[in-house]
């Protein structure tokens, strides 16, 4: 489906996603449900529903589940949306935010398919897991073998995944993710007005 040279360029747009991992991996102090579902509201508008199934990766949902609870997510842009592709998200819109969650956790082995509606965190190679994530638009099961292991299904509201706004047509890489991380959220809506936002995400009962 796609050419070498875009699989290339979407590999590397994946590899920026993390500028230098320099500190070593740590695994999750919490252990997480083995089953929950979290609710995320837009400002597409509209929500949509992950369920996570902690035997997928149990590591990256135990993660998951802590940057949740921590409200992480909340008021977090939608940086990269790639059409037929996948819609990318996970930096926290208060730079001190992001660099409290620098520490990467270890890779965890890859049980799920990177099938349309899966949730997988970006990486820059091996246990380079730390708060991005992206959610696959289509069946990207290429991907299984470069170590991205999903760790849930978007299970409701999929048609919101798909109405993200796309802040840079024509380009794979989305917003300059540096830029986002050292700026924030004022500097993301001063540059693109119509970006879209996860407003608010919780963990269902
Ligand atoms: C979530 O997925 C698990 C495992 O597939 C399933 O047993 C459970 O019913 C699902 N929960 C919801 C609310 O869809």
Same mark, same amino acid.
Request: proline letters at 7%; glycine letters at 6%; a negative charge.
């Given at each position: 489906?796609?050419?070498?040279?875009?699989?290339?360029?979407?590999?590397?747009?994946?590899?920026?996603?993390?500028? /230098?991992?320099?500190?070593?991996?740590? #695994?999750?102090? @919490? %252990?997480?449900?083995?089953? !929950?579902? +979290?609710? =995320?509201?837009?400002?597409?508008?509209?929500?949509?529903?992950?369920?996570?199934?902690?035997?997928?990766?149990?590591?990256?949902?135990?993660?998951?589940?802590?940057?949740? /609870?921590?409200?992480?997510?909340?008021? #977090?842009?939608? @940086? %990269?949306?790639?059409?037929? !592709?996948? +819609?990318? =998200?996970?930096?926290?819109?208060?730079?001190?935010?992001?660099?409290?969650?620098?520490?990467?956790?270890?890779?965890?082995?890859?049980?799920?398919?990177?099938?349309?509606?899966?949730?997988?965190?970006?990486?820059?190679?091996?246990?380079? %897991?730390?708060?991005?994530? !992206?959610?696959?638009?289509?069946?990207?099961?290429?991907?299984?073998?470069?170590?991205?292991?999903?760790?849930?299904?978007?299970?409701?509201?999929?048609?919101?995944?798909?109405?993200?706004?796309?802040?840079?047509?024509?380009?794979?890489?989305?917003?300059?993710?540096?830029?986002?991380?050292?700026?924030?959220?004022?500097?993301?809506?001063?540059?693109?007005?119509?970006?879209?936002?996860?407003?608010?995400?919780?963990?269902?009962?």
């Amino acid at each position: 489906m796609f050419s070498f040279a875009s699989f290339c360029a979407l590999f590397f747009a994946f590899a920026s996603a993390i500028a /230098a991992p320099a500190r070593e991996a740590r #695994a999750p102090e @919490f %252990r997480a449900p083995d089953s !929950f579902c +979290v609710v =995320f509201s837009t400002s597409v508008p509209g929500t949509f529903v992950v369920n996570v199934t902690r035997a997928l990766a149990p590591l990256g949902a135990d993660h998951f589940y802590e940057l949740v /609870a921590s409200g992480f997510y909340d008021q #977090a842009a939608v @940086f %990269r949306v790639v059409p037929n !592709f996948v +819609v990318q =998200f996970g930096i926290n819109g208060t730079p001190a935010q992001n660099r409290k969650e620098q520490t990467p956790i270890p890779d965890d082995p890859v049980a799920a398919s990177n099938v349309a509606g899966s949730i997988v965190y970006a990486t820059a190679g091996a246990n380079t %897991r730390t708060t991005q994530l !992206f959610i696959n638009y289509v069946d990207n099961s290429f991907l299984d073998s470069q170590g991205f292991a999903p760790f849930g299904y978007v299970t409701r509201g999929f048609d919101t995944v798909q109405k993200f706004f796309n802040p840079t047509p024509g380009s794979s890489d989305g917003v300059d993710q540096g830029q986002y991380e050292a700026n924030g959220n004022a500097w993301i809506k001063a540059q693109y007005p119509s970006i879209s936002f996860i407003t608010k995400v919780a963990i269902l009962p």
